[in-house]
């Protein structure tokens, strides 16, 4: 094996593990809350009580967190691949700045949110004992916060990258501990043995879900193009500017994160997009029966191309797991 071709996953990119913690504003709505305000269960005030839950703020408020919440893990989940330790993404190294910018500006927007809560807090309290009064006092007023500020430390918004740079040992001498050192390399041997098995699957789940998805985009442009239905959808949908463009970022995104130089089959969509995706083209280009044939015809061998490898894992694959090194 050439060693000059061998390769560190680790230096294609890096493990990214997001962690967002939100104060809940909520509180079970226990058997003795509903004794002490004598109501019927089905005629509970729907504005403050949800699935069984006390809700110490108006639903707007959490909604609004919980969506940054999310878009920040659309984001993340966009640009990489999961990895099966601690939780982590694998981001390839050249969208690590994209990532980050964009986790940035929605941390910002997060806590901006947060301090708009929190100053706030008190004039939401009095909407909430104003509007349900007899709720408030039996039900509530006891688990709100003595001060809002405090509420600040409940809500955290970080992210961490890290790589994975092999397991070393360190020697001790025989006199020392022989046992001891021993077993330390029995221990790290172990640890080198499962660190490659999980990388292995991560290199194989890495390139068969990135021709799994373009198998699924070949299917999909000559659905619009052609159009019929795509999936399981019941009815054709038309073709639109909007879907040409979500065509070339697809194929943009598929350059940015083909880290294992799957390059055949990104050269063929390259090719394909410099043909029929141009700046220009709109979707009555795509209504002439020769355009449909060509694209139809271009579609097809990438997604054969994409399809075979994809269910036979590969020469490709395998050659990959033979270069990976810790």
Request: overall charge positive; charged content about 30%.
């Amino acid at each position: 094996m050439n060693k000059e071709n061998n390769f560190s996953l680790f230096n294609l990119g890096c493990l990214v593990n997001l962690r967002i913690r939100m104060w809940s504003g909520r509180k079970m709505l226990t058997r003795g809350d509903l004794q002490r305000i004598g109501y019927d269960p089905n005629k509970l005030p729907s504005d403050i009580v949800n699935l069984g839950r006390k809700l110490m703020v108006p639903k707007s408020e959490l909604h609004a967190l919980t969506h940054i919440d999310q878009k920040s893990r659309n984001i993340l989940e966009k640009w990489s691949m999961p990895f099966g330790i601690s939780n982590a993404h694998f981001v390839p190294a050249k969208m690590l700045p994209t990532v980050e910018a964009q986790l940035k500006e929605l941390k910002e927007e997060f806590f901006e949110k947060v301090d708009s809560l929190i100053a706030r807090f008190d004039d939401l309290v009095d909407t909430v004992k104003q509007a349900h009064p007899d709720f408030w006092e039996k039900c509530l007023r006891n688990h709100y916060p003595a001060n809002p500020k405090a509420l600040r430390s409940k809500f955290q918004f970080n992210w961490y990258t890290f790589k994975i740079s092999g397991i070393d040992t360190k020697e001790t001498s025989v006199s020392e501990a022989m046992t001891e050192h021993q077993l330390q390399i029995e221990k790290n041997q172990e640890l080198r043995k499962q660190m490659q098995e999980e990388v292995n699957r991560f290199v194989e789940d890495y390139v068969i879900t990135m021709r799994q998805e373009t198998v699924k985009f070949c299917e999909l442009v000559q659905a619009r193009v052609n159009g019929t239905a795509f999936g399981d959808e019941t009815e054709s949908k038309i073709l639109t500017p909007r879907s040409i463009g979500c065509f070339r970022k697809y194929i943009d995104k598929f350059k940015n994160m083909n880290i294992f130089g799957d390059k055949e089959i990104e050269k063929m969509l390259d090719e394909f997009k410099n043909q029929f995706l141009n700046s220009g083209v709109g979707p009555k280009d795509f209504e002439s029966s020769n355009v449909k044939a060509g694209v139809t015809m271009a579609l097809e061998a990438i997604r054969q191309k994409a399809a075979t490898e994809t269910e036979s894992a590969g020469q490709f694959i395998g050659e990959l797991k033979r270069r990976i090194v810790l």
